[in-house]
Every structure is written in structure tokens, then in C-alpha cells.
């Protein structure tokens, strides 16, 4: 076991002492108003042209934004969602010496559906949100979370919902207060409420929000011909995703989750241009520059660190990052050596998350082994899953219950979300008591994958045809 040896420190290393006339790392003139890192001196100048050069550095060494592009911005007001417009802003103003050529459009997430115990001045707060995006000059819109879930199995918006959307753009209206709802959209504020309700732990909460959100991007963005959606996730919070995803078992999904570009949908792509930014640096350009951020409450405002994984590790990073300066670049580079293998086939994603199904894995995994666990511990307990509690019950405690035959099992939903999923879903009073259209969509898929087994005799092999 590791101990510390005689002579040796065990604390972190000592940073130098700046004086007050230290002069620029960088020209040598100037003298320095802020540290970055360790011990990076920069006057202002120097600094803006460092963070603006590694924005579009990060943008144009991946070749992926092109000229003409439609991007959608997600802006949520907070301080690195606010930093990343003020630089595209910046970008495609005429003072550039080289302009950016996307053309930007803005969405702000009003997630008030499940906040609504936490919020108590948010109407203010979300006056500000749309007064500040209509001051950009650039298109932009207000959504409700609850249509992430007013989708049908195609994972797109039905033909009546849709058409409710459309209008809504078309209007170009930009308020905190987005066209009223219809009656399809106050049922899935009632379902949205009840879904939170139904989750136990504020860590399944969590993962459920950032996965509804992350699909009604992706949905407005298919909608209105969007082929991008630019996210604020800067370095330190990648680098908190990267570790509470390896310990809610979603290893599998991190270089998705963390890299420039997340290509888990196919014809809408997520990318993450100020990934290279640590919330110093954000916060550093965010107060030179005088940009506005607005302060929304989330699940985890005045909870202590431990109320949920994401929260403890938010904790554990930034403390680290105080004394040991290289800990986020360390955990980014070492999330930029993962790699996601994307597979092909309708039945090869996570219902829920989009990601590569991890499931599909040997006898002797762990994860059977949990499976099997939870199979015996609930046979000891005299039923199974799909045998309700009340004493009529039709079965034996063998599987022959047939009170829930009408209807998907839990076996059958759990069987086609990725390992993460199933941990958030396992966290709900009722894995099988999902938004209605989501609940759809899933039993959609399970219908078409046995009734491919069912054929799957008569079909043509694609290799011998």
C-alpha cells in the first residue's frame, strides 16, 4: 500500500508568489492582471486574444461547423452558456479579422415542470433570459421540457404536436412565456411532474432531466433544420460528467458525454466548443468582458454534497482543482483517449439516451451476476417481476403471473435501455410507469423485435442475396 515516505510532503505543491508588477507571460510589456493555471500571468489584452483563439481553434480543427451552417445555441443563462454566445456573438460581428460563417439560433429550456418547489422568483429570472437573447439580434425561442416528452415511436413529434411547434417558430417569438400550451402539452406537464415524482433518489432525477433535455434539443433542432446544437459544457463541467457518469455505469457513453462532438443521432450533432475552458477562464472572460449571466435554480440548490453523484463529484473536483491546478486537463486528456463504437440498427441504442446498447455482454459479467441477484432476492421474497403484491395474485411465484400480460413487463423495458438507464429507471416506484409516448415508443420497438424473430427464417441474408 502507498504511504508517504520520510522527508516527503504530503500536501500539494507550493505556488509561487506573484508580486504586483509581474509582467505578461506573453508580451512581456503589459503587466498581468489575472493567473490562469498554475502560474500563467496575462494582462487583458493577452487574454482575450488567448481565449478567443482557442475558441475558433477548437471550432476550425475539427472541420465539422460549416459555412452556412444553421447551429442551435442552447442557452440556459448561466455563466458558461453566457460566455460561449458572447463568443460567437463576437465572432460574427464586423470587427472579427476572420468571421465565423454559421448562422446561429437560440433556445433557452424552460424546466420550470419539475422546479417548480425550487423556484421562487424564476418568472423574473426568465424575463431576463428571453430579454437578454433578444439583445443577441439573432433568432431565438423559449421551449418547455414537457415536450420532450410529446414524442411519438418514431422518436419525433406527432403530426398535431408538431404543427403546434411550427406556428410557435414561425412567430419568431422570444418570450419566457412560449405559446400557450395545448391540451397535449398540459397533459405532459401532469405527466413530466409525475415521472419526477416517482423517482427516489435525486441522482436518478438528475440523469432523467439531462436526458429529456438533451432529446428536445435534438428534436427542435431536426424540426427547423438545424444540423448543430452548441452546448456551454466547459472543461471543469465535462470533467465532473466524465467521472459521475463512470460510477452511474455509463463508462460506455463517457467519450460521447465528454468529447468536441457527441454523433449519437443521425442527422443531428451535439458539439461542445469551449470543452477546452475551465470554469476559471469562463468566469475570468465572463467579468472582463461584462457579460450577463442569470441565476436559475437546479435539483441540487441548497442540497448538501452528498445528495446526489453528480453533486458529490462537482465537490470532489473542484476542491482537487484548487490545490492541484492540472486536475481538470488531466481527466479531459484522459477522457480524450476513450472511444464510443457506434453501431448500426434501430435496436442497437438505448431507448431512452440514444447511446450504444452495453448490455449485450458475456454469461459471466457483472451485470448478470446483479441480474441474477436481483432474480433470487425476489423469489426469496415469493414473487417475481410481473406479480403484483396483492394476496389474488394468478401465479405461483414461478412467472406464471399473468396480471400484467396486457401491458410491457419490467423485464421487457429494462431490456432494451443501456446499463445507465436501467439504474435511473430501477430508481422509479414503477420502471413501467413511463410518460405515456415515451412508454409507446418502447413498446413500439420490443412489438418490430419479436416480430423479426418471428419471421427472422424468411428473411433474405443482406450477404448472400
Known amino acids: 500500500m502507498c504511504s508517504v515516505q520520510e522527508g516527503e510532503s504530503d500536501g500539494p505543491l507550493q505556488k509561487e508568489k506573484v508580486s504586483p508588477g509581474r509582467k505578461c507571460m506573453k508580451c512581456r510589456t503589459e503587466n498581468a492582471i489575472l493567473i490562469i493555471r498554475v502560474n500563467d500571468a496575462f494582462c487583458k489584452a493577452c487574454f482575450m486574444v488567448y481565449v478567443t483563439h482557442k475558441f475558433r481553434a477548437t471550432i476550425g480543427k475539427s472541420k465539422l461547423v460549416r459555412d452556412g451552417e444553421k447551429v442551435l445555441v ?80 418514431g422518436g419525433h413529434l406527432s403530426e398535431a404536436d408538431l404543427s403546434s411547434l411550427t406556428e410557435s417558430y414561425q412567430a419568431s417569438v422570444c418570450t419566457s412565456d412560449p405559446a400557450s400550451p395545448d391540451d397535449n402539452l398540459n397533459k405532459a406537464r401532469v405527466e413530466i411532474k409525475a415521472l419526477f415524482s416517482s423517482i427516489k ?90 457579460v450577463e449571466s442569470v441565476f436559475l435554480p437546479t435539483l441540487t440548490t441548497k442540497t448538501h454534497e452528498g445528495s446526489s453523484i453528480e453533486h ?78 396483492s394476496a389474488t395474485c394468478c401465479g405461483e411465484g414461478d412467472g406464471s403471473c399473468h396480471t400484467q400480460s396486457e401491458g410491457l413487463k419490467k423485464d421487457e423495458v429494462m431490456s432494451v435501455l443501456c446499463y445507465g438507464c436501467r439504474m435511473t429507471t430501477k430508481d422509479m416506484a414503477d420502471p413501467t410507469a413511463l410518460p405515456e409516448k415515451l412508454f409507446r415508443q418502447i413498446s413500439y420497438r420490443i412489438r418490430r423485435s419479436k416480430m423479426k424473430e418471428d419471421i427472422q427464417d424468411f428473411l433474405l441474408d443482406p450477404e448472400n442475396s
Not at 429570472?125 to 421551449?143: F, H, N, S, W
Not at 427547423?224 to 463508462?251: D, E, F, P, W
Not at 490545490?323 to 477522457?335: K, L
Request: charged residues 25%; glycine residues 8%.
Open 201 to 290: 433518489s435525486l441522482t436518478a432525477r438528475e440523469d432523467m432531466l439531462n436526458k429529456l433535455r438533451q432529446r428536445l434539443l435534438m428534436e427542435v433542432a431536426h424540426v427547423q433544420g438545424y444540423s448543430k446544437v452548441m452546448t456551454g459544457h466547459c472543461g471543469t463541467r465535462l470533467a465532473v460528467n466524465l467521472l459521475s457518469n463512470i460510477s452511474q455505469g455509463r463508462g460506455a457513453h463517457v467519450a460521447m458525454d465528454t468529447a468536441f462532438s457527441d454523433t449519437r443521432y443521425s442527422d443531428v450533432m451535439f458539439v461542445r466548443p469551449i470543452r477546452d475552458f475551465s470554469s476559471k477562464e469562463v468566469a475570468m472572460y465572463n467579468s472582463l468582458h461584462g
Open 74 to 153: 442552447a442557452y440556459s443563462g448561466g455563466p458558461s452558456s453566457s460566455c460561449l454566445l458572447h463568443l460567437i456573438t463576437e465572432g460574427l460581428s464586423e470587427r472579427a479579422h476572420k468571421k465565423l460563417r454559421f448562422k446561429p439560433g437560440i433556445i433557452f429550456i424552460d424546466e420550470s415542470a419539475v422546479l417548480d418547489n425550487l423556484i421562487e422568483d424564476g418568472g423574473t429570472a426568465k424575463d431576463r433570459i428571453a430579454e437578454l437573447m433578444v439583445d443577441v439580434g439573432y433568432p431565438c425561442q423559449t421551449r418547455r421540457l414537457e415536450e420532450a416528452i410529446c414524442l411519438d415511436q
Open 312 to 389: 458529490l463529484t462537482e465537490a470532489f473536483v473542484t476542491g482537487l482543482q484548487t490545490d492541484y491546478p492540472s486536475t481538470v486537463s488531466n481527466i479531459m486528456r484522459t477522457g480524450e483517449k476513450l472511444s464510443t463504437e457506434k453501431r448500426d440498427g434501430e435496436n442497437s441504442n438505448c431507448a431512452l439516451c440514444q447511446g450504444p446498447l452495453d448490455t449485450d455482454v458475456g454469461a459471466s459479467s457483472a451485470l448478470n451476476a446483479v441480474e441474477f441477484s436481483s432474480l433470487i432476492s425476489k423469489k426469496k421474497n415469493g414473487r417475481v417481476d410481473g406479480c403484483g403484491d
